[in-house]
C-alpha cells in the first residue's frame, strides 16, 4: 500500500480508516459451518422478517421487502412505460386447488390455479376464508410429510418447499394488498387471520421430524456429493430451526410461541400508525405568500391532492394548497419553503408522528423491544442484535466497530458542513443565521447547493420524466447484462391502473422474469417508501411443465410524486437514484440461474449483502452515458447540458459528512436498542435516541423528537439490529462498481464483459455460495473500502 511521502491529520485518518475498514471486512469471513450448533453459525439466512410477514420459519422461504434507506427526513420514491407486445408464458405461480379447498369457497380467487395472483378482485372478504382453507390443506400435508420422511432431497426438500410455496404466494398477495391498497377491511380480517398461519409457521419450523431429518442429510455420508447450494439450504434450515426454538423445553417453547405470536401483532399495529398518522395529517393553504418558493410541481400536486380533499375549484396558480406528509409534499416544504414558521409546522408534524393518542406507537416499541429480548434469553443469547447477527456476515463487535469508524471519518466533515452553512444564511441576511435548527437545514443546504453549483434540484426535473428514465434503466439493464425487458400490461391482473407489468427477456428473446411497477404516492391507501419484494421465485422443482423452471415474479413499489394535469410525473435526481436502487434488487431476484427455489433470487443471502446490487445499481447515475440517455427535456427532447452534468458530478460529495452521519445515527441507534438497552429501565427509548444523538448529530435532536416512534424499517421491517448493513454492503457496492471503472467505462466492450460476469456471479447465484465468496469470484479479490471513500469524497490520498 503506497502513500505520498506527507499527508496532513485529516488524510492520515482516513487512512488509518481505510486500513481500519480493510481489517473489518477480512475480519468478516466466516469459516464453513461445523456440525457443531452452538455458536457455529450457518452463512445463510433465509430472508428476515418483512413488514407484513411474521417469523423466520423452517423452510425459510418468507417474504423480504427491501426498502429504501433512510436517505433524507423521508425516504420514499420511483416508473411506467408502455411498449411492445409479449408472448404469454405459463409458469407456475399456482395454487393447486384440490376438492377439499374448491368446496370451501369455488369462487374465491384466491384458491383458484392462477399464473399471476389475481390482484384485482381481492377483497377482504376473500382472505379468511381462503387464507383459513390453505392452512387447513397445508396443516394435512404437514402431517402427511412428518409420517413419511426420509433423510433425502426428493422425500423432504422438495416436498417442504412445494408445501410452503403455496401459502407464501397467497399470503404474499394479501399482504401485497394491504401495503399498497389499504383498507380497515382488510386489516380486520389479516389481524383474525394472522394468529392461525403463525401457529402453521411455528409448528412447521419447530418439526423435530423436519429438524431431525436435515440434521441426518448433514451427517450422512453422501454430504460431500451435495452442491454447494444445497449445503447451504441444509445448514440454514438446521440454524433456522433451532432460531425457531425447535431446542426449547415444552415451557419455554410455548412462551417462546406466544412471544412470536405478540410480536407479529405489534409489528403489524406499528406499521398501521404509521400509515394513519402520516394521512392524518394535512394543512390547507389559502394565501400564496404563506408558500413563497415552492416550485410549480410542488404547488400542481398541492392543488391536486386539495382537489381529492373536496376543494374542487383549486389550481396551482390560486390555490387552496393542501400539504401533507406524504415524501413529495413533505420534502417540496423542507427543501423550498421561505415560510419558516410552515417549515417548522410541518417539520414537527413529521417527527411526531404516531407518538400521541390512539395511533402512539411509543408503548409498541416498548413490548417489541422487552418482548425480542426475552425470545433472545430463551434461545441462549445476551441480547436481540446477537439473534439478529447469528445468520449475517458481520458479528455485533464488527458492525459497531464499522459503525464507529466511518462516524470519526465523517464527524469532522459535518461539523464543517454544518459551520459552512451557518455561514451562508448568514450572508444571505438569514435571521436565523445563527440559530440554524432542523427545519432550517434542509432548506438552506438547496440554497447553498444551488448556489455553489448552480443546480436547482426542481429545475432539473423536466429532464428526469419517468418514461424516459425508465427507457435509460432498460437500455442500461441491456448494455450490461444483455437482457431485454418490455412492456406487458394486459398479461397479469393489477392492483391500481397506474401499475406497469413488464417482461424481462433473454438475447434470444425468451421470457426469463416478470416484474409489477407501482410507481406513484398514494397516502389514502399506500404506505410509504420504496420497496421491491417478491412475488414468486424462480424454482425447477415448482415448474409447472417439470421441465423448465418456474420464472420468478418480482415488484417494484415507489411514492414519487404523480403526473400532474398533462406533465408526466417529473423526478428529482434523488427520486431517479432510487428507481436505480429498487431495480437493482429486482434484477438479482430476476436474473438469478439457481434452479433451487430455497437460495433462488433474492433468498438465501446474509443480510448485510443484500443491499450489494441495489447500491451498485446507483453509481450508474453518475455515469455520464447513462445520465445523457435520460436526461431528456419532457417537452423539447433537449439532453441535459454537459455544463450542468459536470456541476451534478461535482456535487455527488455534497455534505457527505452530514449523508454519512445521518445513517450511522440510524444504525448506530438500532444496535444500542438492541443490544444495551433495558427495557423498563432508568432509560426511555427517546434517552436513548438522545444519547445516541449526542455522538452523530451534530444539532442534537429537539427533546420532543420522536422519530423512532416512525421508524418502520426497525419495528415493521427486517432490519431490527440491521440498519448497519447499508453500510456494511455499500463498501461491498462501492468495490463492485470500481471493477467497471478499473475496466474503463468509456471501454463499452470492457463494460459489456464486466457486466456480464456481474450477472454470473453477483446476480446469478444468489443464495446458493456465500456472498463474499460470490464476490471473490466477481472481484478476482477480497472487497476493499478504497472506491467507497474515494466515491464519497473522504478519500484524499493514493492508496
Known amino acids: 500500500m503506497n502513500t505520498r511521502a506527507t499527508t496532513n491529520p485529516q488524510q492520515h485518518r482516513v487512512l488509518l480508516l481505510y486500513k481500519s475498514l480493510l481489517l473489518i471486512l477480512m475480519a468478516s469471513r466466516i469459516p464453513s459451518i461445523s456440525s457443531s450448533l452452538s455458536r457455529s ?83 377482504a372478504d376473500h382472505v379468511r376464508p381462503g387464507v383459513r382453507a390453505l392452512l387447513k390443506k397445508v396443516e394435512d400435508e404437514l402431517v402427511e410429510l412428518e409420517s413419511s420422511l426420509e433423510p433425502s432431497w426428493p422425500k423432504l426438500v422438495e416436498p417442504l418447499e412445494k408445501l410452503v410455496d403455496r401459502l407464501q404466494v397467497v399470503w404474499g398477495a394479501v399482504n401485497h394488498l394491504k401495503a399498497v391498497k389499504d383498507t380497515a377491511e ?117 392543488a391536486q391532492t386539495a382537489v381529492s380533499k373536496g376543494h374542487e375549484n383549486a389550481t396551482a396558480e390560486d390555490g387552496p394548497w393542501v400539504i401533507t406528509l406524504d415524501a413529495p409534499s413533505f420534502m417540496a416544504v423542507m427543501q423550498h419553503a421561505k415560510n419558516r414558521t410552515l417549515r417548522k409546522e410541518v417539520y414537527l408534524a413529521y417527527i411526531t408522528r404516531a407518538s400521541s393518542g390512539e395511533l402512539d406507537n411509543t408503548g409498541i416499541i416498548d413490548q417489541i423491544l422487552k418482548l425480542r429480548l426475552e425470545k433472545a434469553k430463551l434461545l441462549g443469547y445476551n441480547n436481540y442484535a446477537e439473534v439478529s447477527m447469528a445468520t449475517k456476515m458481520a458479528t455485533v463487535a464488527k458492525a459497531e466497530e464499522l459503525l464507529e469508524k466511518i462516524r470519526v471519518a465523517s464527524w469532522d466533515a459535518a461539523v464543517k458542513d454544518m459551520e459552512e452553512l451557518k455561514q451562508f444564511a448568514k450572508d444571505q441576511g438569514a435571521s436565523e443565521a445563527d440559530d440554524l435548527t432542523h427545519w432550517d437545514t434542509t432548506f438552506w443546504s438547496e440554497r447553498l447547493r444551488e448556489s455553489k453549483y448552480e443546480i436547482n434540484e426542481e429545475e432539473l426535473r423536466p429532464y428526469f420524466s419517468l418514461p424516459k428514465v425508465m427507457d435509460g434503466l432498460f437500455n442500461l439493464a441491456k448494455t450490461l447484462f444483455g437482457v431485454t425487458v418490455e412492456s406487458a400490461d394486459g398479461l397479469a391482473p393489477v392492483w391500481n391502473n397506474d401499475v406497469r407489468f413488464y417482461c424481462v427477456k433473454d438475447s434470444s428473446g425468451s421470457p426469463i422474469a416478470y416484474f409489477y411497477f407501482d410507481p406513484y404516492s398514494r397516502p389514502s391507501e399506500k404506505r410509504g417508501g420504496a420497496w421491491m419484494d417478491e412475488v414468486v421465485a424462480r424454482s425447477l422443482v415448482l415448474s409447472r411443465d417439470g421441465a423448465s423452471a418456474r420464472l420468478p415474479v418480482a415488484h417494484m413499489v415507489c411514492n414519487q410524486m404523480p403526473p400532474v394535469g398533462d406533465k408526466p410525473s417529473l423526478m428529482t435526481f434523488r427520486e431517479v437514484e432510487t428507481v436505480f436502487h429498487e431495480f437493482g434488487h429486482a434484477l438479482q431476484h430476476m436474473l438469478t440461474k439457481q434452479d433451487e427455489g430455497l437460495v433462488a433470487g433474492i433468498r438465501g443471502i446474509e443480510w448485510d449483502a443484500v443491499e450489494l446490487p441495489s447500491q451498485f445499481m446507483e453509481n450508474w447515475c453518475y455515469h455520464r452515458d447513462t445520465l445523457m440517455s435520460i436526461a431528456k427535456h419532457y417537452e423539447t427532447g433537449e439532453t441535459l447540458p454537459e455544463d450542468i452534468y459536470s456541476k451534478l458530478l461535482a456535487a455527488r460529495t455534497f455534505r457527505a459528512g452530514s449523508q454519512s452521519l445521518r445513517q450511522i445515527k440510524f444504525a448506530s441507534l438500532d444496535l444500542e436498542l438492541h443490544t444495551k438497552y433495558v427495557p423498563e429501565g432508568s432509560e426511555s427509548i427517546y434517552d436513548v435516541d438522545q444519547r445516541v444523538s449526542q455522538k452523530t448529530q451534530v444539532i442534537p435532536p429537539l427533546p420532543e423528537d420522536r422519530f423512532l416512534c416512525g421508524f418502520s424499517h426497525i419495528f415493521a421491517g427486517g432490519y431490527a439490529a440491521g440498519y448497519y448493513s447499508y453500510k456494511w454492503a455499500e463498501v461491498l457496492s462501492a468495490d463492485a462498481f470500481s471493477a467497471f471503472e478499473d475496466a474503463g467505462l468509456n471501454d463499452i466492450k470492457a463494460v459489456k464483459e464486466t457486466g456480464q460476469k456481474f450477472r454470473e456471479t453477483i446476480l446469478a447465484l444468489g443464495g446458493g455460495k456465500a456472498p463474499l465468496d460470490v464476490f471473490v469470484d466477481f472481484r478476482g479479490r477480497e472487497p476493499s473500502p478504497e472506491p467507497l471513500l474515494r466515491h464519497n469524497g473522504l478519500l484524499a490520498v493514493s492508496v
Not at 410455548?254 to 398518522?277: C, P, R, T, Y
Open 41 to 123: 453459525l450457518p452463512l445463510c439466512y433465509y430472508l428476515k422478517k418483512p413488514p407484513h410477514s411474521s417469523l423466520s420459519f423452517t423452510p425459510k422461504l418468507l417474504r423480504k421487502s427491501h426498502p429504501c434507506p433512510l436517505w433524507s427526513s423521508s425516504f420514499s420514491l420511483c416508473l411506467s412505460l408502455r411498449n411492445s407486445s409479449v408472448s404469454r408464458r405459463r409458469f407456475s405461480t399456482a395454487v393447486s386447488t384440490s376438492p377439499a379447498m374448491a368446496g370451501t369457497d369455488q369462487e374465491n380467487p384466491l384458491l383458484k390455479d392462477f399464473d399471476f395472483p389475481p390482484f384485482d378482485c381481492v377483497t
Open 186 to 302: 382488510l386489516r380486520t380480517a389479516i389481524e383474525e387471520i394472522q394468529p392461525e398461519k403463525v401457529k402453521f409457521e411455528l409448528k412447521l419450523g419447530q418439526s423435530k421430524p423436519i429438524y431431525n431429518a436435515f440434521k441426518a442429510i448433514k451427517e450422512s455420508p453422501d454430504w460431500d456429493k451435495l452442491s454447494e447450494a444445497r449445503k447451504r439450504i441444509v445448514e440454514s434450515q438446521i440454524k433456522e430451526a433451532v432460531l425457531n426454538g425447535v431446542s426449547l423445553e415444552d415451557d419455554k417453547r410455548d412462551q417462546f410461541n406466544k412471544i412470536e405470536q405478540e410480536l407479529v401483532k405489534l409489528s403489524e399495529k406499528f406499521g398501521e400508525h404509521v400509515l394513519d398518522a402520516t394521512k392524518k395529517f394535512e394543512k390547507v393553504i389559502t394565501e400564496k405568500k404563506d408558500i413563497e418558493g415552492l416550485p410549480g410541481t410542488a404547488l400542481g400536486l398541492g
